[in-house]
Every structure is written in structure tokens, then in C-alpha cells.
């Protein structure tokens, strides 16, 4: 536990005037370091107040249609949005935000067009749901995100989070995994990332068969013990929660991670508060976040 509060020490640090968190020590507010920040914080239950500002810097960031971007002046960029969704959630002050942010991204969908088979991609172009950016394909991560985010909410009955999952189980790899997105580029199949496979896990939870998934899960169990880079670790280890196979290593590896800044440089504080997170939950995000809404109301 020491060397996880040494860690959300540094956290606090990376606060900045006016509430919210910087992505570097010195910088300046963003929305997706204020998300990760606070989620680890208020995982761990330290520093509360910091983690109140942060969801008010973040309602401040809200453009009025319901969408975060991750800078004001780029609004295509909305990706942030989930991230807030899940640090507004349980905050009876904030759902006013969340459910505006809920609304946007249930009416927004990639760009989507009908797939042929000789097209040169593998993957079904047709099936929707959701980009990093607005007007351009829809990709595995901020389609994962997303999901987790409706999850958390109620939501995940909705028809665009079915048919979000259908695409989803549509990019996995055949032999295991997920990339960004595609499947396969003139009938190669393309190499599989962990951060992908981990966050397409997760969201796939409770909702899919383990068949389905098998190769997948097989592919992380594989690739775990190598890895300590904080994305492809912090949300490996959450997707492995969430199916209820947790490495017993994973606190240790999680802190071997956070330590090899003194070698490799700061993390970005979205890093930081992932592993965070991860350390904590032990059932995955949506468990731990319904755990701490469940642990305020008593």
C-alpha cells in the first residue's frame, strides 16, 4: 500500500488552479488526466475534494450537445466523453452532465458504409460504433470505452450498445486479440495490441461467452508476464479482471510499471490513474465504480 500512496501523492501534485489535473508535473489542465486522476483517487479514497473540482472542471469542458473534448477548440475530438461519464457517475450533483454526455454518444456513431468481400479490409465496415474522432471510422478502443461507459450507466441493453458489441466481436482477430481496428489489409491478418484486446475484453464482459473470447484471453494470459508499459498492463490486467482472471501478480507488476519512470521518464497522469484504477479494481472498472456508488449512499 506504500508504494500505491506514493503514487496518488503524485497525483494530487499534478492538480492545477481552477480544479482538474494536468497530463504532465507543471502543465496544464486536460480532460482525459482529470478523468484518470480523479477515477484513482476516489478509488482509493484520497484527496475527495480534488476529485469533487475535477468533475466540476470537467462540467465546465462539457460542450452543450453532451460531448468532452479532449481541447476546447478541437470539438471533433470527443473521445474524453466516456471518461467523464464514468468519473460523473455516482455523483448525484453531476448527473445532469452525465446524462447529456450519455444522450451524445447514443445519437453518435462512426462514419459506416456497406463492406463487400473483396473489399481490402477484413472487418465489416457496416456494423456502427465509435470513433476517436468525429466523422472518420469507427475503432475497438473508443468503441470499448464507450460501452463501459453505457454499462456503467444502465444503458447496455440499448440497440446501439448491442449492435457496438456485434462490431466489436466482429475485429477480433482469428487467432486472438484485437488491433486498433482492423482485422485484416489484403488477407493478412494484422498483429493484435494488448491495450485493444484488454479494453475489447472488458466491454465485452457478462455479455459474450468465454468461446467466444477464448483466443483472446489466451493471447493476454500469454503476453502479461512480459509486460510492464503502463497502457498495454493497466488495461490488460482490467480486462482479465473482468473476466474474473486476475493475475495474483498484478499489484506487483503494477508497481514495477510506476517505478520505471525513474529509468524511462514521467508518465502521463492518464497513465498514472489507469494503473491506479487497476490496482483497485479487482473485478474490473464497472465493478469497482458500482462498488464505490453502493459505499456513498450507505
Known amino acids: 500500500m506504500n508504494d500505491i500512496r506514493k503514487w496518488l501523492t503524485e497525483l494530487e501534485h499534478r492538480s492545477v488552479p481552477g480544479g482538474g489535473f494536468a497530463g504532465q508535473p507543471g502543465g496544464s489542465y486536460r480532460p482525459d488526466a482529470t478523468a484518470w486522476a480523479a477515477l484513482a483517487l476516489e478509488s482509493w479514497k484520497e484527496c475527495l475534494p480534488q476529485v469533487a473540482a475535477a468533475r466540476d472542471r470537467l462540467v465546465a469542458s462539457q460542450f452543450k450537445d453532451g460531448r468532452v473534448a479532449i481541447d476546447p477548440t478541437y470539438p471533433q475530438a470527443f473521445w474524453p466523453t466516456a471518461e467523464a461519464i464514468l468519473l460523473w457517475h455516482g455523483s448525484p450533483s453531476h448527473q445532469s452532465a452525465l446524462k447529456r454526455a450519455v444522450d451524445f454518444l447514443l445519437r453518435t456513431s462512426g462514419v ?159 497513465w498514472i490513474g489507469l494503473l491506479l484504477v487497476a490496482a483497485w479494481s479487482k473485478q474490473g472498472v464497472i465493478d469497482a465504480l458500482k462498488r464505490l456508488e453502493t459505499a456513498g449512499a450507505s
Open 112 to 270: 459506416h458504409y456497406r463492406w463487400k468481400p473483396n473489399d481490402v479490409v477484413g472487418h465489416d465496415t457496416s456494423i456502427k460504433g465509435w470513433p476517436w474522432i468525429e466523422k472518420t471510422h469507427s475503432w475497438v478502443e473508443p468503441t470499448a470505452m464507450n460501452l463501459l461507459a453505457l454499462e456503467l450507466t444502465g444503458h447496455s441493453g440499448h440497440t446501439r450498445a448491442q449492435e457496438a458489441r456485434q462490431m466489436l466481436l466482429n475485429r477480433q482477430l482469428e487467432s486472438g486479440g484485437w488491433n486498433y481496428g482492423n482485422t485484416k489489409t489484403y488477407c493478412l491478418e494484422l498483429r493484435p495490441s494488448m491495450e485493444s484486446t484488454g479494453l475489447a475484453l472488458h466491454a465485452l464482459a457478462e455479455h459474450v461467452e468465454e468461446k467466444d473470447v477464448r483466443s483472446s484471453l489466451a493471447y493476454l494470459e500469454a503476453e502479461l508476464p512480459k509486460t510492464r508499459t503502463p497502457l498495454w498492463l493497466g488495461w490488460s490486467l482490467l480486462g482479465m479482471s473482468a473476466w474474473k482472471r486476475r493475475p495474483q501478480e498484478a499489484e506487483e507488476w503494477i508497481v514495477e510499471s510506476l517505478e520505471r519512470q525513474s529509468d524511462y521518464g514521467s508518465y502521463d497522469t492518464a
